[in-house]
């Protein structure tokens, strides 16, 4: 038929284009203004502003994603806990962000759950925390410079997963060890594993104590009022093989009595283990619940009022539906295979991405508890093997009912063959409406497992243009060189288009420490500094001041140059370490050198252009 119409077209025949005509014609054109329409709720012109601000977990690229919603435009990546050269983060030794994660374990992560900082039911713009699960660790992000500010290890952890924050305060953030191991009772007897719920004081990540569990605890969700927290456990078994995890019919969600945790570590009822204050459920009764779910539950959700946790089946086709506050089961309904997280609108819904089916599934909360059988509202194929799934605001006690997105696992054939690995694949769906709609979908490095969405308008007048200039920093005409034996400190600034100094003098061998500012107090105006054979290149934004700390290598004259395309002068922004052998003459000077000696030589007479 397709090549019928096509060769009706090509004929320009009356009769034969007529002909075919028929319902294909119809149902293309309905189809095209489908994608017109789809496409116009994406299109955003150039220089006009996404509605929110999408931080999609990096997964084991370490960091966190920023796309532009709803255009899918990739906006920045916030490096975590990997370095990148190119945002200047944790890759020069001796720089801020490099100590800070070093200190903190190896240099790389595997982030799944991005959590925003609110004040009174909604984001407010101020944090990102993000778990780096393989390392039991956890970042905060400020949303003032979409820096990582804090990093910190969580004692008795491995395998740091389930991340949320205590709501409504947020005075914690708590952290799940999905992992059971020894640190009880170092050994390898299975017998002894444990895990811990870890409460961190949310500004500085320190860990102010941590509830003990037998099993381990996988996906976290807050309760609203200040009271409990929540967990879900797939291995209430305690074992140690995939089967053996799988072993009891019920596993369980936890539930933790923050208050009487608190009151528990108050009274001194509590075990120090490396350093923290550890409750264990059986001397302080009430801390832990236990509510029994169907085997091997994944994804942990509360609704926005609070009211309900929702257990997602992951092995069971359904959803438990726990009261939050009396802890009861009050439903469970079925919604589709492979179930694994939950996420909500404004209008009563629950979203839930089924990992087996390929899709999201729309239903109705009170429907669902009352006992209706029309709870189901829509189901939509996603492409394909979704794992979690975020509405926008589905966190706070006000979502907006607008986007959804999917985090699919695997693209197929939605791109480019490029490799046998294929790019991770979200897709946006509109919720507005009854029905949902894909609208687009855009791939990502490897691999987002989980998103939230933030509204523009919350961040717009909270990002700041510049770094705060620190009280070490260089100051314009202040620039230095202290030399104390083979301690050179270079005091440098950098604005368009040089550095100060543009040389300066070094022993081969000096421990060379430089203290670069940027000094610009415009936006956007990022220098970058590489110095050549020394294996350094970073990046300075404007107001900040990076630290660069190296060993002057062999006698010799090295370039250092500006990495970031600043200037019609971009290129000329460099300047020379001179390097002298030990014993020879340096200069402490940085004077830049007299005009005569500027040009070098030999000089050209004239440029031939022939
Ligand atoms: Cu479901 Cu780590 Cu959130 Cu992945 S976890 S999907
Ligand atoms: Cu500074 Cu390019
Ligand atoms: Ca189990």
Redesign the pocket.
């Known amino acids: 038929m397709k090549i019928t119409c096509l060769s009706a077209l090509l004929a320009t025949s009356t009769a034969l284009f007529t002909a075919c005509n028929s319902d294909s014609t119809a149902t293309k054109q309905k189809a095209a203004a489908q994608t017109a329409s789809a496409a116009q709720r994406v299109y955003v012109a150039p220089g006009k502003l996404d509605d929110y601000y999408a931080f999609l977990s990096g997964g084991q690229s370490g960091g966190v994603f920023v796309y532009g919603i709803p255009s899918c435009r990739f906006i920045k990546e916030i490096a975590v806990f990997e370095p990148r050269a190119g945002l200047g983060y944790a890759n020069n030794p001796g720089s801020e962000s490099y100590l800070r994660l070093k200190e903190s374990g190896p240099m790389w992560g595997d982030t799944?759950?991005p959590v925003l900082s609110q004040t009174n039911g909604r984001y407010d713009g101020r944090w990102l925390w993000i778990n780096d699960?393989a390392n039991g660790r956890v970042a905060r992000i400020s949303l003032r410079t979409f820096e990582t500010a804090v990093i910190r290890k969580v004692p008795n952890i491995q395998g740091a997963?389930?991340l949320d924050a205590w709501l409504p305060s947020c005075k914690y953030v708590y952290v799940n060890g999905e992992l059971e191991h020894d640190f009880v009772q170092n050994g390898t007897d299975p017998q002894q594993y444990r895990s811990v719920i870890a409460f961190l004081d949310s500004e500085s990540l320190e860990t102010k104590f941590e509830v003990m569990i037998v099993g381990n605890a996988d996906?976290a969700s807050s309760g609203k009022d200040g009271r409990y927290v929540f967990s879900t456990m797939y291995n209430t078994e305690n074992a140690v093989t995939s089967e053996g995890m799988i072993e009891r019919d019920k596993d369980a969600v936890a539930a933790i009595d923050v208050p009487l945790a608190e009151k528990a570590v108050a009274e001194g009822k509590f075990t120090r283990i490396n350093g923290v204050p550890v409750v264990k459920p059986d001397e302080v009764p009430g801390v832990l619940t236990l509510i029994p779910v169907p085997k091997n539950p994944?994804?942990c959700n509360v609704t926005p009022d609070g009211n309900y946790v929702m257990a997602s089946g992951k092995l069971s086709p359904t959803v438990t539906i726990i009261d939050a506050h009396s802890l009861k089961v009050v439903a469970e309904p079925e919604v589709g295979l492979g179930p694994?997280?939950t996420t909500f609108d404004n209008r009563g819904n629950a979203y839930t991405s089924l990992f087996i089916d390929s899709q999201i599934v729309k239903w109705n909360i009170q429907k669902a508890i009352k006992g209706d059988p029309t709870y189901i509202v829509d189901r939509v194929d996603v492409h394909y093997n979704v794992?979690?799934t975020k509405a926008a605001g589905s966190d706070t006690s006000y979502p907006s009912g607008d986007w959804l997105i999917s985090?699919n696992k695997l693209s197929k054939g939605m791109y480019l063959p490029v490799g046998p690995a294929m790019p991770e694949s979200q897709e946006l769906i509109d919720i507005s409406g009854e029905k949902m709609r894909v609208i687009a979908a855009f791939p990502s490095l490897s691999e987002p497992?989980?998103a939230v969405f933030l509204s523009r308008q919350v961040l717009a007048d909270k990002v700041v243009q510049t770094y705060e200039i620190t009280p070490t920093a260089t100051k314009l005409g202040e620039e230095k060189l202290v030399r104390n034996g083979t301690q050179v400190d270079v005091y440098m600034t950098c604005i368009r288009s040089k550095f100060v100094p543009e040389q300066f003098e070094v022993h081969s061998g000096d421990r060379v420490t430089i203290h670069l500012t940027n000094v610009e107090t415009v936006r956007d105006m990022t220098h970058g500094f590489a110095l050549a054979e020394h294996g350094i290149n970073i990046a300075v934004d404007p107001g900040q001041t990076q630290v660069v700390p190296f060993t002057a290598g062999a006698p010799g004259t090295y370039w250092y140059y500006c990495t970031w395309f600043c200037s019609a002068l971009h290129l000329e922004m460099r300047g020379r370490m001179l390097v002298k052998p030990i014993g020879a003459t340096v200069s402490d000077s940085i004077a830049p050198p007299t005009l005569e000696k500027t040009q070098g030589g030999p000089k050209q007479d004239k440029v031939s252009y022939e």
Do not use: E, S, T, V
């Open positions: 799944h759950h699960k997963h389930g996906i994944h994804g694994l997280h794992g979690h985090l497992h989980d």
